[in-house]
């Protein structure tokens, strides 16, 4: 079952085409990384693909319900405790959060913790513990695993294989670490255009 399917999708930023043509799917149970250099527009197709901006042209298929974008904000409340931010979360989805969740991803020491009192990896742990309590099919990560040491890294990829591709969902993910997934990758300098092409805007996205 094809979860995203992308077709003919040029991007812009800043006014200008960055990407143009870019063709992708992505099924049940797959996860690909899309790379390329600093720069070349991983996170405007991520943002283009979570429908925060639109495209210049072609197609974004998927369900908009089914997603769920991750970027470089943890999405932490500073003023609620660790568990207190996960039921927070829960309710907007109408979910409720499962404890082996704060096991999955060794916040369960920290739950009674106020968020503004944790290091930037375990921020980081809890913003990426929310994915499992929305439990959105398609999952769009940028760069997920800033801040994180290598045994962190191991507990998200751990559940990402054994929790949301297992149960059939999908992931978009943008890195330039090893995460420890084998995953097919796409390298957005293909798509970059041989010349700058003016989009019509000229607001920059900072």
Not at 135 to 154: I, Y
Request: hydrophobic share 45%.
């Amino acid at each position: 079952m094809t979860l995203l399917e992308i077709s003919g999708l040029a991007v812009e930023r800043g006014g200008a085409c960055i990407l143009k043509g870019v063709e992708l799917q992505v099924a049940a149970g797959e996860i690909v990384q899309i790379g390329g250099p600093n720069g070349v527009g991983k996170t405007t197709l991520l943002r283009t693909v979570a429908g925060l901006q639109d495209p210049l042209e072609g197609h974004v298929k998927c369900d908009p319900d089914s997603l769920a974008y991750a970027s470089h904000n943890d999405g932490v409340k500073s003023a609620l405790t660790v568990e207190e931010n996960l039921e927070f979360w829960a309710r907007i989805y109408g979910k409720t959060v499962s404890n082996w969740v704060f096991d999955a991803f060794d916040l369960r020491q920290l739950r009674r913790r106020l968020a503004a009192t944790l290091s930037a990896g375990q921020s980081r742990r809890l913003g990426l513990a929310r994915l499992a309590v929305i439990e959105r099919k398609l999952l769009l990560l940028d760069e997920p695993t800033v801040s994180l040491d290598r045994k962190s890294v191991a507990l998200f990829a751990d559940f990402i294989l054994k929790h949301h591709l297992a149960a059939g969902g999908a992931a978009l993910i943008a890195t330039h670490i090893d995460i420890g997934i084998e995953m097919p990758s796409i390298d957005l300098e293909e798509f970059v255009p041989n010349e700058p092409v003016a989009a019509g805007g000229d607001e920059a996205f900072l």
